[in-house]
């Protein structure tokens, strides 16, 4: 073949091939704002993503530093709070990050509340334990090791968690009873005031003829011998007349702590005996 039909037949395939040429050029032109565009917003989501988590920890330790001041707030509730800060800050973190990409968080936060509300929907009695527990913490109207009484159950609060409380009753039996049911109720704390002390009386008969200065003297002795009468008010002897004539009423006032008062009785009678002070009536 002639070689100017030869060159004139290689003009397409020139053609063909710098117009494949040009639209790889084209596209790598587009291309470059794309990658530069999202290669910026990626680095950008980085640097928000780090700035979060730092921020989050500094706002948690924050928390927990500020409400540590406060003495009512206990160490449970200090922690639930510092990570409740916590996760506000990496919810906030993330959706910025969404919203580097063009995201439109306006709709995901739409679909977050849609779905908070129908968990809390399901859960409401756990959430309202919760929300109980939060305020038993705060508010205090109990301790660790108070006697209490709540809705007809008495025990001794052994734990108090964001959840439920936990009481033993005085026969050593575990009592769980959820938050809401002890925050919605009339609550009593025996542990509150000091109880009152528990009054005893002691009364026999001595010979009109006694030494009443020194029966007096030795049965406040007695008395006082006894731990589980209290010194304050301290125990009282004093003397009574009935019909008999030949004989005195020795009336011994006490009190006790605990309520021993009939076990008391009993052993100061015996100590009465054993010191040879008549306890009954005299014979003729």
Do not use: C
């Amino acid at each position: 073949m002639h070689p100017t039909l030869t060159a004139l037949a290689d003009v397409p395939v020139l053609n063909s091939v710098d117009q494949k040429t040009q639209a790889v050029l084209v596209s790598l032109n587009a291309l470059v704002p794309w990658v530069v565009t999202n290669g910026v917003n990626l680095l950008a989501a980085v640097l928000i993503l780090l700035a979060g988590l730092w921020l989050s920890g500094k706002v948690g330790g924050m928390v927990a530093t500020l409400l540590a001041r406060t003495p009512q707030f206990d160490a449970m509730l200090r922690g639930f709070f510092s990570s409740l800060a916590r996760y506000a800050v990496l919810t906030l973190t993330v959706l910025a990050v969404l919203a580097q990409f063009g995201i439109q968080t306006a709709s995901l936060v739409a679909v977050i509340g849609a779905a908070g509300l129908a968990i809390g929907l399901a859960l409401q009695g756990t959430l309202s334990s919760l929300a109980a527990g939060v305020m038993l913490l705060i508010f205090r109207p109990f301790k660790i090791g108070d006697k209490v009484q709540v809705g007809g159950v008495t025990g001794t609060v052994r734990d108090l968690s964001l959840f439920w409380t936990e009481l033993i009753s005085d026969d050593q039996i575990q009592i769980i009873i959820p938050n809401n049911g002890v925050w919605g109720q009339a609550l009593r704390n025996m542990s509150i005031h000091a109880a009152p002390p528990h009054a005893g009386e002691l009364r026999f008969r001595i010979p009109e003829t006694s030494d009443l200065d020194g029966v007096a003297e030795a049965v406040r002795r007695l008395a006082m011998a006894d731990q589980r009468i209290l010194a304050i008010p301290a125990p009282t002897v004093l003397f009574d007349r009935t019909g008999d004539q030949r004989a005195l009423d020795v009336v011994v006032g006490f009190a006790t702590a605990d309520d021993v008062v009939p076990a008391v009785k009993s052993d100061l009678i015996r100590a009465l005996h054993r010191a040879g002070l008549p306890t009954g009536a005299p014979t003729d």
